[in-house]
């Protein structure tokens, strides 16, 4: 009598768990897939296999022949090029791929990528790399020396990039340490990586 009692019981407790389970299973599928549009372009390979091969377009500046400046990733995810200065002088910098702070999109990957000009400063961009050309042809600026926290895609609104990272107060020196914690929402908009926020603005 005992003995068939406890086994009605773990077998409540086995259906129930067994329930919870797959309607978890069921809501973390459904929710990848929300993140995931009929417009989702498929890598030819999987995502840490392609990293190394990205172009970077160095932000707002140029080669020794003029044109827009482009690095490899490359396996080491960090390295150093050179940019012009001014008539035939060139200055040494180093960028860093931040390979724990990438995030696959729809039509884009989303990376963060920090390069030094040769000084004190070390600035950090957030970078959208075309899953096409794999080029890295828009970035915005977070800033110098900021500590990323977190990059990921939101559910609501769908598709948006969210970032936390540790920053500044505006107007604040860049020399003081980045106390401010910050949370902001990007996505491509008319072909330009733009905060949200600013999005329909003139």
Known sequence: MLYSRVHQISR?????????????????VYGCNQNRSKDFIKLDASLRDVLPKITLIVPEEKGKDGK????TVGSTFSGEGEYTV???ETQKFTYTFHKKHV???????YAV???NWGGTGTFYYLTAINKITLKGDQEFLLGDRVRIKNLAMTKRPMGFVSLN???REPGTSMSEKPDKAIEQHFTIHQGKLMDVKFVGEK
Do not use: H
């Open 12 to 28: 409540y407790f086995l259906k129930t768990f067994i329930l919870i389970l797959i309607s978890y299973l069921i809501v973390l």
């Open 68 to 71: 827009p400046l482009e690095i």
């Open 86 to 88: 001014g008539a035939g």
């Open 103 to 109: 995030l696959e999109g729809n039509k884009y990957i």
């Open 113 to 115: 990528v920090s390069y």
């Open 165 to 167: 990272y540790m920053g």
